[in-house]
């Protein structure tokens, strides 16, 4: 495929621009200075659970109001998960603070260089309204000409709703688009939106272009 193809990139947010650090340590610590001590295996399985209940709910996170009622039932849900009688309204904070994200390696660069080349680039991602927190503290929230969650859109992909949206707000062309992501429902998302697809790593997606 050659560049001169296309005017904007969109990228998916988890697994293709950002990766979250273990937080199962976190976890522990956060459980074990209120008196209760989980292994890493329970403290594990809690997150799970808790992450099976926000990725369908995700979207409900649009506003502050509905981001916090959301948080407090997912902190629910790992508490039960975990056996541990706690207000989760009282381990919100703590909880939060165990999920740490990181820029996965390469893509920064890769989203500079698409930049340099003229292109407009978004991030479309299925996530609530914090991820542009999370892009401003890692300092590539500036190379994004706009950042659209599935909780803004109201529609998680697959729905390319979220694709839409972020092509519409880059004034771009879904047939001079291509979005980059790492799941089925990323590339279901860009045909439904009439986009090209490259699956992630950011870092060889664009390998063999001219």
């Not at 000409?145 to 859109?153: G, I, L, N, Q, R």
């Amino acid at each position: 495929m050659r560049f001169a193809e296309l005017d904007a990139v969109t990228v998916d947010g988890y697994g293709t621009l950002l990766r979250l650090i273990d937080p199962v340590p976190a976890l522990q610590a956060a459980l074990r200075e209120r008196g209760l001590e989980r292994s890493p295996q329970a403290a594990a399985a809690a997150f799970a659970a808790e992450v099976a209940y926000y990725r369908p709910n995700s979207v409900r996170g649009r506003d502050p109001a509905g981001l916090a009622e959301l948080r407090r039932e997912c902190v629910g849900v790992f508490l039960e998960a975990a056996g541990a009688e706690l207000d989760p309204a009282e381990f919100v904070d703590a909880f939060i603070g165990t999920l740490v994200f990181e820029l996965i390696p390469g893509a920064k660069q890769v989203l500079e260089n698409l930049r340099a080349r003229g292109l407009a680039l978004a991030v479309a991602a299925n996530w609530d309204c914090s991820l542009h927190e999370h892009l401003e503290r890692l300092g590539v929230a500036g190379l994004f000409s706009a950042v659209v969650t599935s909780a803004e859109a109201g529609a998680a992909k697959p729905d390319p709703a979220v694709l839409r949206l972020a092509l519409e707000r880059l004034g771009a062309d879904p047939g001079r688009a291509l979005h980059v992501g790492d799941e089925d429902v990323d590339e279901q998302a860009a045909r439904a939106a009439g986009m090209r697809f490259a699956p992630a790593p950011l870092e060889t997606a664009f390998t063999g272009w001219d």
